[in-house]
């Protein structure tokens, strides 16, 4: 039981961090405008705000969860409707057409490293969807009665995977055959997103404990 629900975690989180986003299309659209290595510095921001909300989400959360044990239905609650809700933004986003990826001219100024890693960290941390994210997150593998071990698996885990998902965007999209692809594919992958969000959020909202 608690390896499916630690594996329930790390797919939605998986599927959360994956899907399009103002960070992600950050991430995209420094690779091929700019390159590798700036879009892995704005990404390596982007992960710091990541788990800066994954630390706030498990304190709090553990703290609420301690004190009022009702709490975890309404947190059932807005993290199943949130990720409805994802469901239905990216769904949407499916039926419209691809955003032009222009490679700019290549002699613009670019920004310094610490520059994009602030700037990635800040975009992140001031973006409101990504703690509910993570209380969709939590409130998938923090149950009552929820061993000691499943909160450092769900942070540690979810952090590797957020270090391949943001990273591997960095690398992928610096590549040509990569933006041709994604051009090519992208309403079948939004589309896909859109039905495991779907997934997970209804199967949050039936969970009853």
């Known amino acids: 039981m608690i390896a499916s629900q630690i594996a329930l975690v790390y ?3 998986l599927v959360g961090a994956a899907s399009p ?3 992600n299309m950050a991430i995209m659209g ?4 700019d390159g590798r ?8 921001g982007v992960i710091t705000g990541s788990f800066f909300w994954a630390i706030l989400a498990a ?3 553990s703290a609420v969860l301690i004190a009022y044990a009702e709490a975890l239905l309404v947190i059932k609650i807005v993290g199943g409707v949130y990720l409805l809700y994802l469901a239905f933004h ?3 986003s499916a039926l419209k057409p691809g955003p032009d990826f222009a490679i700019t001219d290549p002699r613009r100024p670019r920004l310094g490293y610490r520059r994009l890693y602030r700037r990635g960290a800040g975009m992140h941390i001031g973006d409101p969807k990504a703690i509910l994210s993570w209380m969709a997150v939590m409130s998938l593998g923090l149950g009552q ?3 000691g071990g499943v909160l450092p698996a769900i942070i540690g885990g979810c952090a590797f995977l957020g270090v391949i998902v943001f990273g591997g965007y960095a690398i992928l999209f610096s590549t040509t055959p990569m933006i041709a692809l994604y051009a090519r594919l992208r309403r079948r992958i939004e589309a896909a997103f859109s039905a495991l969000f779907a997934l997970a959020g209804l199967k949050l909202l039936a969970s009853q404990n």
Do not use: E, H, N, V
Request: overall charge positive; cysteine-free; glycine content about 14%.
């Open 30 to 33: 420094t690779a091929m405008r």
């Open 145 to 147: 009665g929820a061993s």
């Open 59 to 61: 304190t709090g959360l």
């Open 90 to 92: 990216t769904g949407k």
């Open 21 to 23: 986003g103002p960070s």
């Open 11 to 13: 797919a939605t989180y």
């Open 37 to 44: 290595l700036p879009a892995l510095a704005l990404s390596a």
